[in-house]
């Protein structure tokens, strides 16, 4: 198979280069603003081709072209996109307009469209996810955010149930759901997955960005701010927007093929974990200024093993999967001032993953079905929509926004490779376990308006919103989770020990287990921005909600920016937060089974109202709060930018999952031993936590001579977070370490390295490219089983790939992520996921080598 990629790509690439003709001249230029000021950063590509540059810093640019009469596409954010004929000219100057209603232009943390990333408030990374998915290996939203942004974390998992399968990411060391994702600036639905154990954000739910395909997105916006007061509950941490393409006329599409090093790989010698993906975007015009653009993404991956003959399990390493995508994005104009708007997209993923091993002669195995044991299969259909339509135009010089989003996750395990060892020999070993499943419907509707005359300019937005969720559980057959008998396994001591019941690797959901529950929420905002003068912009924010089941909360927001000299600027911000609650952390309840020190225990996943949470004096869930400070300095002149942002983030009533409380506990034991399970762990708001740090991203940008261009960025995340308080009850005294032990507060801390941060340097030419990029990954500190800390040393990963454009219209790039192979500190095989290490920021699986062709027509 590895052979059939690397012919493939090959082949197709010598066939399109056969019929294309090299590069036939220059054009130069300049791109300027409505006043005549360089914009600098401006992406600048020949239409049909993979040919293009960005804009000095004074504003200038020279671009080789395939053909003198080529059309030349400039976008920059804030500002409308340009398709400009160059009819043989060697010389273009153009002129960029302020964001048209129809683009509709999204800024994140600003309703201001004369808004851009230089001069906001807060702040915002902007990534050109077409330029990153060209030069650097990672396939996937969350790795590409993860190496692209340093305060962004998504680590994979391994022997984590569910999480294996949806990876859990998280902004500034915050969980996993206190980051807001939109998508083109509407609020995305989070995922049906609660994150149990075995991963960083336990306890939490959150977004999958592995449900939006790359090759659908322009560029992703990442608001390093609190903005609950802006957007609603989760903002905590920032925001995250993806802005879809909006290409017309062109096709583009990629092929990728990659695998790691098969390091202790006992069925691989050289490779596994292949990858290849196959993508295509294509874009047309509809009516005088509308357009519709289309994604389809097929990517597959397959199983990596880290296997050592001192684990528990057989298997460690990535889960395999298929994911297929297509996603839309669409405006139609109905008038002059009025459009009509669209975009969403249908994903699904087939996975399967390796739970612990089931080792022959125990209770767990039934001999004569797996006479060497099993390692049971944990496989999983992922389904995941959305769609989202709405009307935008000038209402009585108001810009008006009416929008209506819908979107849904569900969730669908099947054991596979694996037995219910109660029935014995009659045992299946497939298993339909159940699911769950999460639907969210979000109407608003937004004014905005800019009133030159206001100061030095003002913009004024309010806006109303009606959100609606549900959620579900269902059950899944009998056999998946009922004990059968009692049956008895007999020891070769003669002893008798009772045979679980349930699918081994995950028991499946019982009719117990199912709910089926709503919510709505209800909210109202008013923001502003007033420029004081050309030096001095203040904004502010107000928003208030009321939930259907907690009640209401009101947070409000202020920030300023002042430029203190020519390209130097102060701003800051400070803002409270809140957090509702998810349906999933109010309603999630199942039995699982989890391994300490290699022996299986089945524990009680129990819902925040049940009678074991009343037994124990713990409170309902309530919304966490927040509140947010943050000062940085900005400096961008002559191809240099320079931001430095601090911030401190205090949060009350952080809701996580607990340690576990035994099945010998003095008042909820009996519930326990009456379930056939030995310990049960609930979620609660157990601590108040203070986290700070400093954002650090510097870029310099210029040319080596005429031929090529170069970027050299250092981009670095300081962070640091203190457990403040443990929130317990007068029934939980002596019980602490049961609420939340030493080692379940380190994992809470190590959702974040102390410091990571990546040194890249980009060069791009007529021909060749070259992309090299440093990562560093600060010290972690965890706790096995046993209770031994388990430190993970600094490391630095080298990234590397070359680029060269085979023809005009064809791109090939080959490279490796990781290529010296580095790897986690080896600990021992108490690890949390029984491997030699844990799933940890840098990564498992080692040097991971790709190719890739990009073309577009």
């Known amino acids: 198979m590895k052979q059939f990629y690397v012919s493939f790509l090959f082949i197709f690439g010598w066939i399109i280069l056969s019929n294309e003709l090299n590069a036939q ?297 298929t994911n297929f995508s297509t996603y839309f994005n669409a405006a139609v104009p109905l008038s002059k001032e009025i459009s009509l708007y669209a975009f969403g997209g249908s994903n699904f993923r087939h996975t399967n993953a390796y739970a612990w091993s089931r080792h022959p002669g125990t209770e767990r195995n039934v001999d004569a079905i797996y006479p060497n044991g099993f390692d049971p299969i944990i496989a999983t259909n992922i389904t995941d929509r959305s769609l989202s339509v709405g009307v935008r135009g000038i209402l009585h010089h108001w810009n008006t926004d009416l929008n209506h989003t819908t979107g849904v996750n569900r969730f669908h395990y099947y054991g596979r490779g694996t037995l219910n060892a109660s029935l014995e020999e009659r045992s299946p070993t497939a298993f339909n376990d159940g699911g769950f499943q999460l639907r969210q419907n979000t109407t608003n509707l937004t004014f905005s308006r800019f009133f030159r005359e206001w100061l030095e300019g003002t913009n004024l937005a309010f806006g109303a919103e009606h959100r609606l969720e549900n959620y579900q559980i269902f059950a899944g057959e009998e056999a998946s989770w009922r004990t059968y008998g009692p049956v008895y396994f007999i020891t070769p001591e003669g002893d008798s020990i009772p045979r679980p019941g349930g699918a081994q690797g995950f028991p499946g959901f019982s009719p117990q287990n199912e709910v089926d529950e709503s919510r709505t929420n209800i909210a109202a905002f008013v923001d502003g921005e007033f420029a004081f003068s050309s030096a001095f912009t203040l904004g502010a924010a107000a928003r208030f909600e009321h939930y259907s089941d907690f009640g209401n909360t009101l947070n409000g927001k202020l920030a300023a920016r002042y430029v203190l000299t020519g390209g130097l600027a102060l701003r800051g911000s400070i803002s409270t937060g809140f957090r509702a609650p998810s349906l999933a952390q109010l309603y999630f309840n199942s039995i699982y089974t989890d391994f300490v020190s290699g022996v299986p225990i089945d524990k009680l996943l129990a819902k925040n109202n049940s009678p074991i949470t009343r037994a124990l004096g713990i409170e309902p869930l309530k919304e966490e709060t927040s509140l947010n400070l943050g000062a940085g300095l900005t400096y961008s002149r002559q191809g240099l930018t320079l931001s430095a942002d601090f911030y401190r983030i205090q949060i009350k009533d952080r809701i996580v999952l607990t340690a576990d409380f035994s099945s010998e506990d003095d008042q909820i034991g009996p519930i326990l031993r009456s379930l056939n399970v030995g310990s049960a762990r609930f979620f609660a708001n157990a601590i108040n936590t203070t986290t700070t740090g400093l954002d650090l991203v510097a870029a310099y940008s210029g040319m080596l001579g005429e031929a090529y261009r170069f970027t050299l960025t250092l981009a670095g995340n300081w962070n640091r977070m203190n457990i403040d308080q443990v929130n317990t009850s007068p029934k939980l005294i002596g019980k602490e370490d049961s609420y939340l032990s030493r080692r379940e507060k380190l994992f809470i801390l190590a959702s974040a390295p102390p410091m990571k941060g990546n040194l890249t340097f980009d060069l791009d030419g007529r021909q060749l490219g070259v992309n090299i990029r440093a990562n560093y990954f600060g010290q972690i500190e965890l706790e096995d089983f046993l209770g031994t800390p388990d430190i993970y040393r600094p490391r630095v990963t080298l990234d590397a790939s070359i680029a060269y454009r085979l023809s005009p219209r064809v791109r090939w790039t080959v490279g490796g992520v990781n290529v010296l192979n580095a790897y986690p500190s080896y600990q021992d095989q108490e690890t949390e996921s029984g491997g030699l290490y844990d799933a940890v920021q840098m990564g498992f699986n080692g040097a991971f080598f790709f190719s890739r062709l990009n073309f577009r027509f």
């Open 25 to 321: 001249g220059i054009v130069k230029g300049k791109v300027t603003d409505e006043s005549g000021n360089p914009l600098v950063g401006v992406t600048i590509y020949e239409r049909g081709t993979t040919n293009g540059t960005v804009s000095r810093w004074d504003g200038t640019y020279s671009l080789n072209v395939s053909r003198m009469d080529a059309t030349l596409v400039f976008s920059y954010t804030g500002y409308a996109t340009l398709e400009v004929p160059a009819e043989g000219r060697s010389e273009l100057n153009v002129q960029m307009r302020e964001g048209l209603v129809l683009e509709g232009v999204v800024i994140v943390g600003s309703r201001a469209l004369n808004r851009s990333v230089t001069n906001s408030l807060v702040p915002i990374d902007v990534l050109d996810v077409r330029q990153l998915t060209i030069s650097q290996g990672q396939l996937d939203v969350n790795q590409i955010l993860h190496y692209a942004a340093p305060s962004f974390n998504a680590n994979r998992q391994t022997g984590a149930d569910g999480s294996d399968h949806v990876d859990p990411a998280t902004l500034r060391g915050l969980g996993p759901d206190q980051t807001l994702v939109l998508i083109n600036g509407k609020r995305r639905h989070q995922s049906s997955l609660v994150n149990i154990y075995g991963t960083r954000g336990r306890g939490n739910t959150g977004t999958d960005l592995n449900a939006i395909p790359a090759a659908a997105i322009e560029r992703i916006e990442i608001l390093r701010d609190g903005a609950s007061a802006q957007y609603g509950s989760d903002a905590i941490a920032g925001v995250i927007n993806i802005v879809l393409k909006e290409n017309v006329n062109e096709f583009t599409g990629n092929v990728n093929v990659g695998a790691h090093i098969a390091k202790d790989n006992p069925d691989r010698s050289v490779f596994d974990g292949e990858n290849l993906q196959v993508n295509g975007n294509y874009g047309f015009r509809i009516g005088e200024g509308g357009f519709a653009n289309f994604t389809v993404d097929y990517w597959s991956r397959g199983h990596t093993n880290r296997y050592h003959p001192s684990l528990y399990r057989r298997k460690f390493g990535d889960a395999r999967g």
